[in-house]
């Protein structure tokens, strides 16, 4: 933690979403912005006491030229990195193309990479981003202190966290009412009639499993049922611990008569699982998948629309880098129940 | 091209394939390699006269150190840069994180981007990350020209393309075995009694549709079919011209009984214009899909192992970057016939 008091001005000037952008300058001085423009890249056509004007302006509000907008504008190839948690996940893909679509849009490269649900990794390929000269980075966090970023931030790297928020600083974030579509999928089991519904999650340290997690004791605190602590499983998403997780859920002398998968890898497994076992079991996954609504009952899901998180993370993130400041913000996107039949059974008892 | 004779020494020499190794050098001056080390490293601990006959040996093979593959080992970030085709497609997924995981077994990042099947843009990607200093590349390629990386490859970035072949240049490629795949699969539809079998593949300068398509005609050759035109359909893989294809094909006096669907996004759309088709048409994708044995019936492939291309790619990367010299080379991974139900319906007439 820095020792700065918090309101010293150069700390105040130097956090980007309160970073005053040439149009405060200009209104501050009364001039047009190719005036600001003019002083701030010391071209010529500015008498002294314009310059002079503009130069308060400046000083007053802690003006800093953004050298990360200006490399947008001035041709260099920019580029923007992308800090995905797994490659492999397809809830990443359309994720990663909208960011690109934007990038493309703005004339500006997109690079990935990988943490692999690592926080020491995603920490270096970050900052590996930073070295190379990225002009912004969109990360999918997989630690919880993203600290390490605020030099960076500092110099002008416009951030913009998805899908889990980031920890210990102040960033823009768009995330995904996990909570929220939990919430409305558990509790669509419970106007089914189910009352022993199961839910298996991804480890309980990752954002997005937490709150998904959270729903689910919402929606059943809501009904007035007490949770069992056999119908609840966090864990890695490994289709072994999922496998385990869900038989010994549909084992034993009560079992669950419905279960809510926490991501879709989990979904996947369960479904595999379901389709072996001779009593039918309601289903809803949280993510949609290909082919989910041609299976036999057709998969219900919670649904995130993952381009439009995408888009919307990287179009925050051209703002930043334009200078159109304000401040970091929470953006929460709402999720879409999707009936196609296996959240809809009823209990099989 | 360049004007340069093919067998000056200086384009001998910096073709990395033939580049002589530190292992050369020292098995012609008939010394160790930590003799042949401190040489190039300039390090004491040599006389003259073992300094000369290395030198000597340096000079008539042309020996040059590799700084990549120095770069791996003294401790700077190494990285090597991915150039896919298409973030969302979930083949490119199991791809690039193995690749992920080799770099990360040598210590290495890895940093992706996407070409999004448009060859400027891979050109621009990839000189954009050797622009970043990158090690090597692994490369995914859009275009079918490849000479702008030639410097690259000179100045030492180790370079290994997948999926499909270099264009104009020498270089390693890991390929499947696209050709004996569709043929194998047109050939399992005609042991089922099939002859009026439809093709639907992917944009035909695109090396892997056009390999696909060349195997289809000599399964069909193979058999004496004489293939019509109304059976072939090649172009964009998007939702609606595949819809189109296969209705057209499924349509009039003479339909087909079994479609060869050319990639995972061709077998995608398929699958649901057979579900709302009366008649049942048998099919094998190319490409297996995650569900695809869930389905009724199950989806017949013939299945890549994305994995093993991206593993294989990249240690054949990291050979290169360790200075493990040999020409470059064309590595061919078989396919495999996946039999789940679909590709084994007998023709409905």
């Not at 690079?111 to 590996?128: F, K, T, V, W, Y």
């Not at 993203?146 to 899908?163: N, S």
């Amino acid at each position: 933690m820095t020792e700065t008091p918090r309101r010293a001005p150069s700390l105040t000037t130097a956090r980007y979403g309160n970073r005053p952008t040439m149009k405060d300058v200009a209104a501050r001085a009364g001039v047009g912005l190719k005036t600001v423009s003019r002083v701030v890249n010391g071209e010529p056509g500015v008498t002294p006491e314009t310059e002079r004007r503009v130069q308060e302006a400046i000083d007053a509000l802690g003006f800093r030229r953004n050298d990360s907008a200006r490399v947008l504008r001035k041709g260099r190839t920019a580029s923007i990195g992308l800090v995905l948690e797994d490659l492999a996940d397809p809830f990443y893909g359309p994720l990663s193309r909208a960011v690109e679509e934007v990038a493309r849009a703005h004339g500006a490269l997109l690079i990935n990479g990988s943490s692999a649900e690592d926080p020491d990794r995603e920490q270096e390929l970050a900052l590996a981003l930073c070295a190379r000269r990225v002009d912004g980075l969109v990360v999918i966090p997989a630690g919880d202190d993203h600290r390490y970023l605020e030099p960076e931030i500092k110099a002008g790297v416009a951030t913009v966290f998805v899908d889990r928020p980031a920890g210990r600083i102040d960033a823009d974030c768009v995330l995904s009412d996990n909570f929220g579509g939990a919430r409305e999928g558990v509790g669509h089991f419970i106007a089914h009639g189910h009352r022993r519904i199961g839910f298996i999650g991804d480890m309980p340290r990752i954002h997005t499993a937490a709150e998904r997690l959270r729903g689910y004791r919402a929606a059943m605190e809501d009904a007035g049922i007490a949770v069992e602590d056999a119908w609840m499983s966090l864990g890695v998403t490994s289709p072994d611990r999922v496998r385990r997780a869900a038989e010994e859920m549909l084992s034993g002398p009560s079992p669950v008569t419905a279960i809510f998968a926490g991501n879709n890898r989990v979904t996947v497994t369960v479904i595999r699982v379901l389709a072996e076992h001779a009593r039918r079991v309601a289903l809803i996954g949280f993510d949609d998948l290909e082919l989910a609504d041609l299976l036999q009952p057709g998969v219900t899901v919670i649904s995130q629309d993952a381009a439009v998180i995408g888009r919307t993370a990287a179009e925050r993130l051209f703002q930043q880098l334009e200078g159109v400041g304000t401040a970091p913000e929470r953006i929460v996107l709402p999720t879409r129940l999707i009936t196609r039949g296996s959240g809809e059974l009823p209990p099989a008892d």
